[in-house]
């Protein structure tokens, strides 16, 4: 099955907390940002799938040819999988849209879902993303909220990249806050606060 996704899922325990689609970094699992996600918003349900493609035993949500570089044609496929999976759990437990929390081939995946089915999210949340499509559908995110997290010394995203990515949604439409932080490719901190304020002002 096409859609067959491990993952977890929590229902929601506040009325009206958005959903959050949760997608770990390489080598993580549908466990890594639960914490994270009830952190950044809380009672919001979760949905938390582990990526499919196995990359020396650690799970990804693409497959990629070196760190950095994709192999596009399966970061297509696996975008609308992903997109597919999304749709299904919606109708499984009754919940909106969600917005996408993303850590590194996460924030990969959900960038490259928002260009290629802008539908499937409600917006994203992209920490240390990357451009994920070098040429990208034409896709209209009609102001949907994004904010990318960049890590200022990440030896992983050069810098320019990142700019193009937040570049490349705000001129597909997004409404795109991008923020370099004094950070490295991991998480910090600030990340989490950044992004639970950012939730809970487009919520
Ligand atoms: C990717 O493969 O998506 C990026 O290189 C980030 C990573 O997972 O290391």
């Not at 993303?102 to 802008?118: E, R, T, V, Y």
């Not at 451009?131 to 990318?148: Q, Y």
């Not at 010394?153 to 570049?167: E, F, Q």
């Amino acid at each position: 099955d096409e859609s067959a996704f491990v993952y977890r899922f929590e229902p929601g325990s506040r009325a009206g907390a958005p959903p959050l689609l949760l997608l770990h970094g390489t080598g993580g699992d549908e466990n890594d940002l639960m914490q994270v996600g009830a952190t950044i918003s809380p009672g919001s349900p979760l949905l938390s799938p582990r990526g499919r493609i196995l990359e020396h035993g650690m799970p990804r949500f693409f497959r990629r040819l070196a760190e950095g570089v994709f192999d596009e044609e399966d970061v297509r496929k696996r975008a609308l999988e992903l997109g597919t999976f999304v749709d299904g759990a919606r109708q499984r437990y009754g919940i909106e849209a969600p917005i996408a929390v993303g850590f590194s081939n996460g924030a990969n995946i959900a960038a490259a879902l928002l260009l290629m089915k802008p539908e499937a999210l409600a917006g994203a949340v992209l920490l240390r993303a990357m451009v994920p499509l070098s040429e990208p559908p034409s896709a209209r995110l009609d102001g949907k909220p994004v904010l990318i997290l960049s890590g200022q010394a990440d030896p992983i995203v050069p810098a320019g990249n990142a700019a193009r990515l937040s570049a490349m949604l705000s001129d597909a439409g997004a409404n795109v806050v991008h923020k370099i932080l004094p950070a490295g490719h991991q998480l910090s901190q600030a990340d989490v606060r950044l992004a639970r304020d950012w939730t809970a002002s487009v919520d």
